[in-house]
Nanobody, 125 residues
Framework: EVQLVESGGGLVQAGGSLRLSCAASVFAFDDYAIAWFRQAPGKEREGVSCMSKSDGTTYQIDSVKGRFTMSRDNAKNTVYLQMNSLKPEDTAVYYC??????????????????WGQGTQVTVSS
């Protein structure tokens, strides 16, 4: 199991930007597919963006395309989520997750077995 710690959340006005980071404590981080999920109050956890372990295969939900960019730095064991043009509907707790596999589609959270504690993102209108 991978230990994951998110940071970078906060309060921002609509149209602003935030950059989330997720630091992983694991020997071979490049063995893991990774993802960012979010959960708003009263809603199910949804996969925002996910990435394969090495070849850059990615997926994003339509609502963040063109605004969010996911990246990973395997040398630093860190995953990032750059969020631009934020909207109030992006308000949620954001989690990073990992699975020891080449690729796991984040349409479902059940395939991911390592989770961070979450970081709150609040976008005011």
């Amino acid at each position: 199991e991978v230990q994951l710690v998110e940071s970078g959340g906060g309060l921002v006005q609509a149209g602003g930007s935030l950059r989330l980071s997720c630091a992983a404590s694991v020997f071979a981080f490049d063995d893991y597919a990774i993802a960012w999920f979010r959960q708003a109050p009263g809603k199910e956890r949804e996969g925002v963006s996910c990435m394969s372990k090495s070849d850059g295969t990615t997926y994003q939900i339509d609502s963040v395309k063109g605004r969010f960019t996911m990246s990973r730095d395997n040398a630093k064991n860190t995953v990032y989520l750059q969020m631009n043009s934020l909207k109030p509907e992006d308000t949620a707790v954001y989690y990073c997750a990992a699975a020891k596999a080449h690729w796991v589609n984040c349409r479902s959270y059940r395939a991911f077995d390592s989770w961070g504690q979450g970081t709150q993102v609040t976008v005011s209108s």
